[in-house]
């Protein structure tokens, strides 16, 4: 699903923060910081959030803006998908989080495997390199892109995290209620044709 005004909104807050991180004019800072606020009431008008809790995201944002990177974990088990439930929504997700400075991509999603779902896995092909715009079913402030690793189970057992009350395997014909910030319907069925066809290529938008 495309939110056109979603995509206005974030390229004006781009355009904003690389401005206040590269001006030294006074008075371009306050354009672009007017230009922050504009975007911000446009995401607050269309999602129904609190505009100060927008700002404040934004707030905490320096520097030249990039998309955002989430790794994910993709292990496949007799035909069935892992996935953990979210305790932030009690929902379900496929194990995975925001990229970590000083880790590459495959020991980022080995680390967060093992955390949520408490198995050691041994990260194989990049199956997907999604853009979320392409897919959000909910829109989000900022611009992420999802990497999806297929992993291998190699050893541990299963154990919940800080972040997971509980941890399963499904087919793509019944799955759970999934947390659609973190993956969607759609995407999840895309990772099982790669799971029906291990010679599919790579997954880029």
């Known amino acids: 699903m495309s939110y056109k005004w979603l995509e206005w909104a974030q390229r004006i807050q ?3 923060q690389a401005g206040q991180a590269f001006s030294n004019d006074a008075f371009d800072r306050e354009r672009y910081e007017e ?5 911000a009431e446009i995401m607050a008008f269309h999602t129904k ?3 100060q809790k927008i700002q ?7 520097g030249y803006p990039t998309p955002k990177i989430d790794v994910r974990g993709v ?3 007799d035909d069935q998908i892992l996935l953990v439930k979210e305790t932030h929504d009690k929902k379900w997700a496929l194990p995975g989080g925001f990229c970590e400075v000083g880790l ?19 990260p194989g092909k990049l199956l997907a390199l999604m853009d979320m715009n392409k897919y959000a079913s909910i829109p989000q402030a900022f611009h992420y892109y999802k990497v999806f690793i297929q992993c291998e189970i190699i050893g541990g057992q299963p154990i919940t ?3 997971t009350a509980e ?3 499904f087919t793509e014909n019944n799955l759970p209620e999934l947390s659609v910030k973190r993956n969607t319907t759609e995407q999840i069925h895309i990772l099982f044709e790669f799971n029906r066809n291990p010679h599919k290529e790579t997954w880029i938008d």
């Open 14 to 16: 781009s355009i904003s």
């Open 35 to 39: 230009l922050q606020t504009i975007s």
């Open 49 to 51: 959030t609190d505009m």
């Open 56 to 62: 404040e995201l934004f707030l905490e944002e320096k």
């Open 75 to 77: 292990v496949f088990q």
């Open 104 to 122: 590459s991509a495959a020991e980022n999603v080995v680390k967060e495997v093992r955390e949520e779902s408490g198995y050691v896995v041994q």
């Open 161 to 163: 995290g800080v972040e």
């Open 167 to 169: 941890i399963g395997f």
